[in-house]
Protein backbone atom coordinates (compact mmCIF):
# COMPACT_ATOMS: atom_id res chain seq x y z
CA UNK A 1 0.00 0.00 0.00
CA UNK A 2 1.35 3.36 -1.09
CA UNK A 3 -0.46 6.58 0.37
CA UNK A 4 0.27 10.40 -0.81
CA UNK A 5 -0.75 13.31 1.96
CA UNK A 6 -1.10 16.71 1.13
CA UNK A 7 -1.55 20.12 3.36
CA UNK A 8 -1.19 23.43 3.32
CA UNK A 9 -3.89 24.72 0.69
CA UNK A 10 -6.29 27.65 1.21
CA UNK A 11 -7.28 30.93 0.19
CA UNK A 12 -4.85 33.65 0.17
CA UNK A 13 -4.59 37.21 -1.22
CA UNK A 14 -2.61 38.27 -4.40
CA UNK A 15 1.16 38.91 -2.93
CA UNK A 16 0.55 36.29 -0.20
CA UNK A 17 2.28 33.17 0.48
CA UNK A 18 1.80 29.41 0.47
CA UNK A 19 3.03 26.25 1.65
CA UNK A 20 2.20 22.90 0.43
CA UNK A 21 3.95 19.61 2.41
CA UNK A 22 2.91 15.75 0.44
CA UNK A 23 4.37 13.06 2.38
CA UNK A 24 4.84 9.69 1.05
CA UNK A 25 3.78 6.14 3.09
CA UNK A 26 3.89 2.48 2.61
CA UNK A 27 6.07 0.02 1.51
CA UNK A 28 8.78 2.17 -0.58
CA UNK A 29 12.37 1.36 -1.08
CA UNK A 30 13.26 4.47 -2.97
CA UNK A 31 12.17 7.78 -4.64
CA UNK A 32 12.74 9.09 -7.77
CA UNK A 33 11.52 12.10 -8.58
CA UNK A 34 8.99 14.25 -7.19
CA UNK A 35 6.62 16.88 -8.25
CA UNK A 36 4.18 19.05 -8.01
CA UNK A 37 0.82 19.81 -10.98
CA UNK A 38 -1.92 21.76 -10.88
CA UNK A 39 -5.63 21.77 -12.21
CA UNK A 40 -7.27 25.18 -12.65
CA UNK A 41 -11.26 24.92 -14.31
CA UNK A 42 -11.82 24.14 -17.02
CA UNK A 43 -7.72 23.65 -18.32
CA UNK A 44 -5.63 20.45 -18.54
CA UNK A 45 -2.85 19.80 -15.31
CA UNK A 46 0.26 20.86 -15.77
CA UNK A 47 3.19 19.78 -14.01
CA UNK A 48 4.59 23.19 -11.65
CA UNK A 49 7.71 22.08 -9.93
CA UNK A 50 9.95 18.37 -10.02
CA UNK A 51 12.87 17.57 -8.28
CA UNK A 52 15.12 14.57 -8.75
CA UNK A 53 15.92 12.67 -5.89
CA UNK A 54 19.72 14.50 -6.49
CA UNK A 55 17.96 17.49 -5.63
CA UNK A 56 17.95 19.13 -9.42
CA UNK A 57 14.76 21.21 -10.01
CA UNK A 58 12.89 22.26 -12.76
CA UNK A 59 9.89 24.83 -13.32
CA UNK A 60 7.09 26.16 -15.25
CA UNK A 61 7.86 28.72 -16.25
CA UNK A 62 4.73 30.84 -14.98
CA UNK A 63 6.26 30.12 -11.47
CA UNK A 64 9.99 30.79 -12.13
CA UNK A 65 11.57 32.72 -9.28
CA UNK A 66 8.13 32.84 -7.24
CA UNK A 67 7.65 28.84 -6.22
CA UNK A 68 10.21 26.91 -4.68
CA UNK A 69 10.51 22.89 -4.27
CA UNK A 70 12.47 20.83 -2.05
CA UNK A 71 12.37 18.00 -0.35
CA UNK A 72 13.11 15.79 2.73
CA UNK A 73 14.20 11.86 1.69
CA UNK A 74 14.15 11.14 5.53
CA UNK A 75 10.55 12.13 5.91
CA UNK A 76 10.06 11.14 1.70
CA UNK A 77 8.47 14.21 1.61
CA UNK A 78 8.03 17.20 -0.87
CA UNK A 79 7.45 21.28 -0.37
CA UNK A 80 6.25 23.70 -2.86
CA UNK A 81 7.00 27.44 -1.19
CA UNK A 82 4.65 29.34 -2.82
CA UNK A 83 5.24 33.30 -2.42
CA UNK A 84 4.18 36.49 -4.59
CA UNK A 85 0.97 34.27 -5.34
CA UNK A 86 -1.34 35.85 -8.03
CA UNK A 87 -5.28 34.97 -9.00
CA UNK A 88 -3.92 32.79 -11.76
CA UNK A 89 -2.35 30.56 -9.36
CA UNK A 90 -5.89 29.47 -8.10
CA UNK A 91 -6.20 25.70 -8.94
CA UNK A 92 -6.28 22.05 -7.28
CA UNK A 93 -2.54 21.09 -6.65
CA UNK A 94 -1.14 17.72 -6.64
CA UNK A 95 1.77 16.22 -5.54
CA UNK A 96 3.15 13.12 -7.89
CA UNK A 97 5.91 10.78 -6.41
CA UNK A 98 7.64 7.92 -8.73
CA UNK A 99 10.11 5.63 -7.42
CA UNK A 100 10.60 1.77 -6.41
CA UNK A 101 8.15 -0.24 -4.13
CA UNK A 102 9.94 -2.69 -1.11
CA UNK A 103 7.72 -5.36 -2.62
CA UNK A 104 9.58 -6.47 -6.37
CA UNK A 105 11.06 -4.00 -6.23
CA UNK A 106 8.44 -2.39 -8.31
CA UNK A 107 8.70 1.02 -10.14
CA UNK A 108 5.28 3.28 -8.60
CA UNK A 109 4.04 6.37 -9.46
CA UNK A 110 1.40 8.10 -7.74
CA UNK A 111 -0.66 10.95 -7.43
CA UNK A 112 -1.87 12.88 -3.88
CA UNK A 113 -5.34 13.67 -3.58
CA UNK A 114 -5.35 17.03 -4.74
CA UNK A 115 -5.73 20.39 -2.61
CA UNK A 116 -6.95 23.57 -3.21
CA UNK A 117 -5.29 26.57 -3.68
CA UNK A 118 -7.28 30.17 -4.05
CA UNK A 119 -5.50 33.49 -4.57
CA UNK A 120 -8.31 36.14 -4.01
CA UNK A 121 -7.62 39.59 -6.59
Known amino acids: QLQLVESGGGLVQAGGSLRLSCTAS????????MSWYRQAPGKERELVAT???????NYADSVKGRFAISRDNAKNAVYLQMNSLKPEDTAVYYC???????????????WGQGIQVTVSS
Open 51 to 57: ITSAGST
Open 26 to 33: GSIFSINA
Open 96 to 110: NVRGVMTINRADFGA
